[in-house]
């Protein structure tokens, strides 16, 4: 099934409409044996799941890669932090301002003071930034599911999508 090309499934695909048309059934069991006994459609589905599923399984362990790789990479950041941290504290134990290395020169400098917030509903108003309204897009759709006219908004007529339930 895998040697036909996508112009040989498209005339496939247009051959099992045109059939499905000519035939022109009410009895949907009919019409599916119809397309099965005369078109490669469903064996072309098949390997289009065939393909799904391996799409979904590189997603997953893309996601379980990335998840790890995060993980590493914050362990890395934290320890790096530490690191400097110690060398900070033994520059300062022994009095040194700075220090030459083969790879890197340590010069130790003043930080300015960290703002502590020590209760946020005490600051004045000046402080905050107003911030833009923002649409709630789950409460608009449900007040014109419920039958309100809302300038600039409304439905799409829907469409259709298919369901793949694994055996």
């Known amino acids: 099934m895998r040697d ?3 112009e040989q499934l498209q005339k ?3 051959a099992a409409k045109s059939l499905i048309e000519e035939i022109a059934s009410d009895d949907e069991a009919l019409n599916h044996d119809v397309v099965e006994g005369e078109t490669n459609l469903f064996e072309a589905v098949e390997v289009a799941l065939s393909e799904i599923e391996e799409c979904e399984i590189i997603a997953a362990g893309c996601d379980h890669q990335i ?10 950041e934290k320890r790096a932090g530490r690191l400097r941290g110690l060398i900070d504290q033994a520059f300062q134990m ?4 700075s220090h030459t290395f083969p790879t890197a020169t ?3 400098k003043k930080t300015p003071p960290k703002l502590i917030v ?5 600051i004045p108003s000046k402080f905050f930034k107003p911030q833009p309204p923002k649409l709630d897009k789950s409460a608009l759709l449900s007040a014109i ?3 309100e006219q809302v300038p600039g908004a409304t ?3 829907g469409g259709t999508t298919i369901q793949i339930r694994k055996a």
């Not at 022994?94 to 301002?97: G, R, S």
């Not at 020590?118 to 005490?122: I, L, M, S």
């Open 12 to 14: 496939n695909a247009i």
């Open 4 to 6: 036909l090309t996508r």
């Open 118 to 122: 020590t209760d946020e509903a005490a």
């Open 106 to 108: 340590i010069t130790t």
């Open 67 to 76: 998840g790890k790789l995060r993980q590493r990479k914050e362990r890395a």
């Open 155 to 157: 439905k799409s007529n």
């Open 94 to 97: 022994a009095e040194v301002k």
């Open 145 to 147: 599911r419920s039958g």
